[in-house]
Every structure is written in structure tokens, then in C-alpha cells.
């Protein structure tokens, strides 16, 4: 079968043709109809896979202290080995797709052959003709609902988890920063929730695509108006909560966020940012309320929930 494969040492990406995965306890073989490309972090790890090995440390100082703590409990030597093991592997691409059961082994005997579904998951929702799922990660799409559509389903669910962070009520005033695939879902899901919804992102291209998600107000974040229009937004009050589902190596989305906040008001954190939390003046001052919003939810990185299949 074919599959889309990054080779995370060169950065090189291409079609190859991989044997068809086995199927075993508690997973759903899948054929894909569709799988979704998530912009932001499959182009996040394409360009990090293309970068020298220096880029790759600037890109990702996280790992740099991963291993410089490996370096502290395991020594040099086996911390260059882990190091040239993972450079030297092949990465599977996507985590959100659709398609036709061909076989399961779930432990309910819920899925059969034949059944439309929506498939989750880094490492096995991928860019491939067949993958196997764990049967906790894979739901069956409704009569109604194409399967273009349900390729959205796990971008939907991680919006929906940032959302359900936020604990927005009738006639709240939320601002959402960063208007990219996920912000444009979370501008939709915040609307249906009767909130008044304020974007803000780098795009012009994503302002003009957030007034069709229905955004009431949306700004470029280097508009010299910004800060006035939000104010006379929030009559001067300030957003009831900020959502961040931008994906940015500065700190400024979480900067902003804490300016534009009401008094006692709550950030939530779905994207890739820079985290130097400023404690004075405003977290501080106004006792505002930090949140992760962690992926799709409850359950994510859980092994017993997702490989194990213990819900």
C-alpha cells in the first residue's frame, strides 16, 4: 500500500510503498477515503525535519532538554545513540481520517465491515490507503455527514476541547488569537455557543475566511487599531476569555492575551506558543485564570485509554 513518509534525518517527503499494518487486539482496520492535513503541525514538523540538525535545536529547544537531561542520567554516549536512532527514523504524516471498516477486533464488537467512520491519532490516523486504529480513537460517521467532512474530526475535537477550557456562556465575549484551520473551527463552535467572538492573526487571508465562520470582529494583530476596537468590543472590559490557537515561537499571543483579559477572566492555551507566563501586571493583577487545553481531551496520552483500549 501507499503511504506518506517523512525521513526525519534528511527532511525528505514522499509516497512509498510500506506493507498494510497487522491487525490485532482492540484495532479497527480502516481503508481511508480521506485524511486531513493539518496545516499548522504537519508543516511545523516538515520544517523541522527539513532543517539542519542546528535548525532542528533552535526549532525545538524542548528536545534540546530532553537531551541534555538524558546527557545527566544516562551519560554522552547512549544519549548520541538515542539521538542518531531517532534522526535516523521514518515518520508516518496525519492524525485525522475517514473511511470504510475492513476488519475489526474491537473488544465490543461495535464496528463490522462496511461501517463509514472517523479515525484519530498521530501514528495511525496517517496519510496512507489502510491504517489500524486503536478502537478507542475510531467513531461512526452519521448518514448526514460526507466523509470529506468527517476528515475534520479530530481538528473538530480539539477545538471543542479548547472550548469546553473556556466554559463559555450565553453572551460571552471571547477573542480567539490565531485564525489558522483549528481558530476557524473554534470561531464556529464558540458562535453555536451564542458567544460574541472577537479573531485576531497575522492573515489577512484568515480575517477575510473568519467572517465566513462567522466571526462578529476580526483584526490583523499589527492593525494600529487593534487595542481601540477592542475596547469598544468589550466596552471596555475586556474579553470574558481568550482562546490561543495559534502556533507562534514567541511569546506574544500569551502577552496579548493577558492585556485584552477582564478581571478574572481565563486563557486557554490550544496551540504551540511560547509560555513565559508575565506575572505582573496582568496575570497577576487580575487574577487571570491559565488553562491547557490538552489536544482532543480527556484520555489523550493516556496508553490505557487509547492503545489499550480501557475507556
Known amino acids: 500500500m501507499k503511504q506518506v513518509i517523512q525521513n526525519f534525518k534528511t527532511g525528505?517527503?514522499?509516497?512509498?510503498?510500506?506493507?498494510?499494518p497487522a491487525l490485532s487486539d482492540k484495532m479497527v482496520l480502516v481503508e481511508n477515503k480521506f485524511s486531513l492535513i493539518s496545516a499548522g503541525t504537519e508543516r511545523g514538523t516538515v520544517k523541522v525535519g527539513q532543517a539542519s540538525l542546528l535548525g532542528k535545536a533552535k526549532q525545538r529547544p524542548d528536545l534540546v532538554a530532553q537531551v541534555i537531561q538524558n546527557v545527566k542520567k544516562e551519560g554522552i554516549k547512549a544519549t548520541i545513540e538515542k539521538v542518531k536512532t531517532k534522526l535516523d527514523s521514518l515518520k508516518a504524516l496525519g492524525y485525522s481520517t475517514s473511511g470504510v471498516v475492513r476488519a475489526s477486533l474491537d473488544s465490543s464488537g461495535k464496528f463490522k465491515p462496511g461501517d463509514r467512520v472517523a479515525c484519530a491519532g498521530?501514528?495511525?490516523?496517517?496519510?496512507?490507503?489502510?491504517?489500524a486504529i486503536p478502537q478507542n480513537l475510531v467513531a461512526k460517521i452519521p448518514d448526514t455527514v460526507s466523509f470529506e467532512e468527517a476528515s475534520f474530526t479530530t481538528l473538530g475535537a480539539i477545538a471543542l476541547q479548547g472550548v469546553r477550557q473556556a466554559e463559555p456562556r450565553l453572551g460571552d465575549?471571547?477573542?480567539?488569537?490565531?485564525?489558522?484551520?483549528?481558530?476557524?473551527l473554534t470561531v464556529q463552535l464558540l458562535k453555536?455557543?451564542?458567544?460574541?467572538?472577537?479573531?485576531?492573526?497575522?492573515?489577512?487571508h484568515l480575517i477575510d475566511l473568519a467572517f465566513q465562520s462567522g466571526v462578529d470582529k476580526a483584526m490583523l494583530r499589527n492593525d494600529v487599531n487593534l487595542q481601540t476596537a477592542i475596547s469598544n468590543f468589550t466596552n471596555g472590559q475586556g474579553f470574558d476569555s481568550v482562546i490561543i490557537t495559534a502556533a507562534a515561537p514567541t511569546n506574544d499571543p500569551i502577552e496579548?492575551?493577558?492585556?485584552?483579559?477582564?478581571?478574572?477572566?481565563?486563557?486557554?492555551?490550544v496551540g504551540?506558543?511560547?509560555?513565559?507566563?508575565?506575572?505582573?501586571?496582568d496575570f497577576y493583577r487580575k487574577e487571570l485564570e491559565l488553562r491547557m487545553s490538552c489536544s482532543y481531551g480527556p484520555g489523550r496520552h493516556d496508553t490505557t485509554y487509547e492503545e489499550d483500549g480501557h475507556d
Open 272 to 281: 504551540a506558543v511560547k509560555m513565559d507566563v508575565p506575572r505582573d501586571p
Open 192 to 204: 453555536a455557543n451564542g458567544c460574541q467572538v472577537f479573531g485576531v492573526d497575522l492573515s489577512a
Open 12 to 20: 525528505d517527503l514522499y509516497v512509498d510503498e510500506v506493507p498494510p
Open 256 to 269: 496579548l492575551s493577558a492585556v485584552i483579559s477582564r478581571k478574572k477572566g481565563k486563557v486557554i492555551v
Open 122 to 131: 498521530q501514528d495511525y490516523a496517517s496519510h496512507a490507503e489502510l491504517v
Open 173 to 184: 465575549k471571547v477573542c480567539v488569537i490565531g485564525l489558522g484551520l483549528l481558530g476557524q
